[in-house]
């Protein structure tokens, strides 16, 4: 798993490169000190797991998650442990209070494992003619791509909306992102990814973002600062 740590404190981003020399299946491909040159390098090179410290100077650890749109797994690496609760509504893997021991981060990296193993990459992209299995609880779908307007991240699962059905399916949607055609489908924000051809109308929003209504659906979609551009660019001659 290829991995990167941000966290202000030099010798805490080392002590933690030197543990994780310890697991074969572990290449740490960068760290960074703050949240401005972390963003930076995730959207250039975007790693399957990121420790991240909580308290640093200036930005913390949550402002970095809230301005990708797009996030790796997350391992909390801090010394308080009054964030534990608030790290629940970011769906982290683990919260490892410094300093870090050995039983603990390997339980960590068990944990890793086993939420991103096997890698999901090795299946193709499915086209807007295919059609997929959906199920459910008891209720089960067999679903064209093209019937469906919106994927939304609900905790660890993703809400699928199609027709007049919300089915519940446990995907994340950094997954879905592989396997859906980037032509008709577009990642809006953290939270969501719409059908392209499921558009209604697009509405300017606050400073410079957009958002979208979307056909057959009481969903308003809201684009982030980023998305926006790039829509504006993909969808202009």
């Known amino acids: 798993m290829r991995v990167a740590i941000v966290d202000d404190s030099r010798l805490a981003r080392k002590e933690l490169a030197f543990m994780l020399k310890d697991y074969n299946s572990v290449e740490v491909i960068w760290e960074a000190e703050d949240v401005d040159s972390a963003v930076s390098q995730i959207n250039d090179d975007m ?65 890793i494992e086993l939420n991103i193993s096997p890698k999901p990459y090795v299946k193709g992209k499915l086209s807007s003619d295919d059609s997929v299995f959906v199920k459910d609880g008891d209720d089960c779908w067999f679903v064209k791509l093209n019937e469906i307007r919106l994927f939304e991240v609900e905790g660890n699962y993703s809400r699928i909306y199609f027709k007049n059905k919300k089915p519940l399916i446990p995907k994340g949607l950094n997954y879905l992102e592989t396997r859906l055609d980037e032509a008709t489908f577009f990642r809006a924000n953290r939270q969501q990814i719409i059908n392209l051809k499921m558009i209604d109308k697009v509405v300017p929003w606050f400073s410079g973002t957009l958002k979208i209504v979307l056909l057959n659906g009481a969903e308003d979609i809201e684009l982030s600062r980023r998305q926006s551009a790039k829509f504006k660019d993909i969808m202009s001659f």
Request: without cysteine; proline residues 6%.
């Open 47 to 111: 790693p399957d797991v990121l420790f991240l410290d909580i308290h640093m100077p200036g930005k913390n650890g949550f402002d970095l998650l809230n301005e990708l749109d797009r996030t790796p797994s997350v391992v909390f690496t801090t010394a308080y442990d009054e964030y534990a609760v608030k790290a629940l509504d970011y769906n982290a893997l683990d919260y490892l209070m410094k300093p870090i021991k050995e039983n603990r981060l390997a339980a960590a990296l068990e944990k």
